[in-house]
T-cell receptor, first 118, second 115 residues
Framework: AQKVTQAQTEISVVEKEDVTLDCVYE???????LFWYKQPPSGELVFLIR??????QNEISGRYSWNFQKSTSSFNFTITASQVVDSAVYFC???????????????FGTGTLLAVQP | ETGVTQTPRHLVMGMTNKKSLKCEQH?????MYWYKQSAKKPLELMFV???????ENNSVPSRFSPECPNSSHLFLHLHTLQPEDSALYLC??????????????FGSGTQLSVL
């Protein structure tokens, strides 16, 4: 069965520190997609990144970077030089790729609450 | 104007009440979703609509009744709820027809309290 584990429930850092949010997933499929979403205090989840299971290249977007390692079934997220505006709950999610018409059924982790102190 | 709008933002209801949650997306998307977010639990998918047709009902109790009159609007009708149904209800949309690689655009949610 699919499962996403975010073992870190809460993380507190001081502004400008680097922080890594861990995500470990389980799936039997060889084709799947991984996502990260950010949920600020306003409530709406905001899409950050999507990776497919065949693309193991790490990605960097500004202060954000993602490390995808199939060998350890992990898709970790690092924020460099954290800022107060990064304070939010971050969710990792897994979606298996079905055939045409297969419904989107994202499996979310329980989220990591990141608090960045000034 | 945000892409996905949910009303009301907060709702308090008794167990015998009937209420409805509304979601509207302004993105021209074809698929819409209802998720339930309870404290300390992962987001749970409730329903998926693709091109106004329900394509997924994730074993949700019948006291939750979805309605999708067109591709821009999604409702969740509530009746005889239980206190454990108290949660944040999130609506989302995606551009395609609900394929598994689509990214979702979420509303801010309705915080529901059942007394």
């Amino acid at each position: 069965a699919q499962k996403v584990t975010q073992a870190q429930t809460e993380i507190s850092v001081v502004e400008k520190e680097d922080v890594t949010l861990d995500c470990v997933y389980e799936t039997r499929d060889t084709t799947y997609y991984l996502f990260w979403y950010k949920q600020p205090p306003s409530g709406e989840l905001v899409f950050l990144i999507r990776r497919n299971s065949f693309d193991e290249q790490n990605e960097i977007s500004g202060r954000y970077s993602w490390n995808f390692q199939k060998s350890t079934s992990s898709f970790n997220f690092t924020i460099t030089a954290s800022q107060v505006v990064d304070s939010a709950v971050y969710f990792c999610a897994l979606s298996e790729a079905g055939y045409g018409g297969a419904t989107n059924k994202l499996i979310f982790g329980t989220g990591t609450l990141l608090a960045v102190q000034p | 104007e945000t892409g996905v709008t949910q009303t009301p933002r907060h709702l308090v209801m008794g167990m015998t009440n009937k209420k409805s949650l509304k979601c509207e997306q302004h993105l021209g998307h074809n698929a819409m979703y209802w998720y339930k977010q309870s404290a300390k639990k992962p987001l749970e998918l409730m329903f998926v609509y693709s091109l106004e047709e329900r394509v997924e009902n994730n074993s949700v109790p019948s006291r939750f009744s979805p309605e999708c009159p067109n591709s821009s609007h999604l409702f969740l009708h509530l009746h005889t709820l239980q206190p454990e149904d108290s949660a944040l209800y999130l609506c989302a949309s995606s551009q395609g027809e609900g394929q598994r690689n689509e990214k979702l655009f979420f509303g801010s949610g309705t915080q529901l309290s059942v007394l």
